[in-house]
């Protein structure tokens, strides 16, 4: 059986939550929490980095923090998870959904010009598979706008756009830590602040709108409720986890990219009429997130899902067009988001985790190889 994820443990995850533990604090903000924090302030230059329980959390305190509220517009990818549209649907924002490129899943730049209007309150960027969307683009449209950038960073953990780390170029960005990731605790996220502005009503917003973190600066002599907010802190308990992946960041990386290079070395120039692969453009890098191909049809998918299935492998499709979604349907425009639609129907995730195996990997991809060329 090769499972499509298995997460990994360094090591010392047990240790450092044990640590935590006897330190007689185990709600946030704790010492592994600021160690946390540091290492991403310090490593990618972000100027306030705030943990919180999941990408989803930190997604939403982002539409708190831009004051998005009814008749507002947020321009973001259809092709996406449905927290990047939830966060914002939650504070009465209209979606305007973007269509993804033809040369992978990430939003089309080239087409949000003309979806701006008066109402466009923000654009949500997603790097899908933590590979780079357009930044240059999408800021310059933002800055003659007058809009907010919001980066979805959930897959894109040491990923660059034009040497400059992802989640650092936005206004606000978020990343997830979910056992799917590169790097995780479980369940986790962060909400990266890059604009001064805000700074400080980010973490009365986290702590459940009080000003209890500068209380506890001593800043204040007391706390009080003072905003709107809600329980974004996680516990030490997920901290202590996430630091240990932390300290391994750059072994995971490498054994992830050399996994994501043997896949693409063995569909190079193989089956290129019946699949496409991962394309990343010059400005960006690969964090080999995932790897996924995108096949001519879904019966053509559906085939191979089957094929490797029957050989115990695990291989999943991805999003579902947000745009044609029950919720969301009859609120879309009833633009046609084609590339959208085809990389629903088209897109298979491969298996990808530390511990697989260059064996697993053959055996994958000659049960592939075969049954394309049935």
Not at 72 to 97: C, H, Q, W
Request: glycine letters at 6%.
């Amino acid at each position: 059986m090769i499972p499509f994820n298995k997460p990994y443990f360094s090591g010392k995850e047990t240790a450092y939550i044990e640590e935590a533990v006897h330190s007689g604090k185990i709600s946030g903000d704790g010492m592994f929490t600021q160690r946390c924090q540091a290492f991403f302030e310090r490593r990618y230059g972000f100027k306030k980095c705030l943990l919180t329980t999941s990408c989803t959390d930190a997604l939403e305190m982002a539409a708190i923090l831009l004051d998005i509220k009814e008749g507002d517009e947020v321009i973001m990818p259809s092709y996406t998870f449905v927290s990047t549209a939830n966060a914002f649907v939650l504070r009465g924002a209209k979606i305007v959904f973007v269509d993804s490129t033809a040369e992978n899943p990430n939003m089309d730049t080239l087409a949000i010009e003309a979806l701006i209007t008066p109402r466009t309150k923000a654009i949500v960027v997603v790097h899908y598979a933590g590979i780079a969307c357009d930044m240059k683009q999408v800021l310059a449209m933002a800055e003659t706008h007058g809009i907010f950038v919001v980066e979805d960073a959930a897959q894109a953990i040491e990923s660059f756009h034009e040497g400059k780390p992802l989640g650092s170029i936005g206004h606000l960005a978020a990343f997830s830590f979910h056992e799917t990731k590169n790097i995780i605790s479980g369940e986790g996220g962060m909400l990266v602040i890059n604009d001064e502005r805000f700074l400080h009503r980010a973490e009365i917003i986290r702590e459940k709108g009080t000003n209890r973190s500068q209380f506890f600066r001593g800043e204040v002599d007391k706390y009080g409720w003072v905003d709107i907010g809600s329980s974004f802190l996680p516990s030490e308990i997920i901290a202590a986890f996430l630091y240990a992946q932390l300290e391994n960041l750059d072994d995971i990386q490498m054994k992830r990219k050399s996994l994501w290079n043997q896949y693409m070395n063995r569909f190079a120039g193989k089956a290129e009429s019946t699949l496409s692969l991962p394309y990343i453009p010059e400005y960006a890098t690969n964090n080999a997130h995932m790897f996924y191909l995108v096949f001519q049809s879904e019966i053509q998918r559906g085939k191979v899902i089957s094929a490797l299935r029957n050989k115990g492998i695990h291989s999943v499709f991805h999003y579902i067009s947000l745009h044609k979604s029950e919720f969301y349907k009859d609120k879309h425009d009833g633009r046609d988001l084609i590339h959208t639609d085809r990389y629903t129907d088209c897109l298979l995730r491969l298996p990808m985790y530390y511990e697989l195996s260059i064996e697993d990997i053959d055996r994958i991809t000659d049960i592939i190889l075969s049954n394309l060329e049935e």
